[in-house]
């Protein structure tokens, strides 16, 4: 069993930065492939950014390219989420999610790649 807990959500302006962080609990944190996904009012939930269990591979989403970084520190069983340039619509919801290495069956760009999701923290970014 693996407990996901997010922090550093908040309010910023337009152009500005925010970090996200997520602890986990559990053992065998750098065995897990580590994703970062958000959700905006009325909308899905939609993919931001995923990590491999070395860090050695990552992957974003297009409208974040650039601007988000991910990043993982398996000492501390916690993975990241620089978020720079932010803009009116990455306001949303940001949930961290895992999935064990050995449980891996599908792109990691998709909500059903994970088995484990934390409470997700809100991200809002005024114009």
């Known amino acids: 069993q693996v407990q996901l807990v997010e922090s550093g959500g908040g309010l910023v302006q337009a152009g500005g930065s925010l970090r996200l962080s997520c602890a986990a609990s559990g053992r065998s944190f750098s065995n897990n492939r580590m994703g970062w996904f958000r959700q905006a009012p009325g909308k899905e939930r939609e993919f931001v950014a995923a990590?491999?269990?070395?860090?050695?591979?990552?992957y974003y989403a297009d409208s974040v390219k650039g601007r988000f970084t991910i990043s993982r520190d398996n000492a501390k069983n916690t993975v990241y989420l620089q978020m720079n340039s932010l803009k009116p619509e990455d306001t949303a919801v940001y949930y961290c999610?895992?999935?064990?290495?050995?449980?891996?069956?599908?792109?990691?760009?998709?909500?059903?790649?994970?088995?484990?999701w934390g409470q997700g923290t809100q991200a809002t970014v005024s114009s």
């Open positions: 990590i491999s269990w070395s860090g050695g591979t990552t």
């Open positions: 999610a895992a999935v064990s290495r050995s449980r891996v069956t599908t792109t990691p760009m998709v909500p059903t790649g994970y088995d484990y």
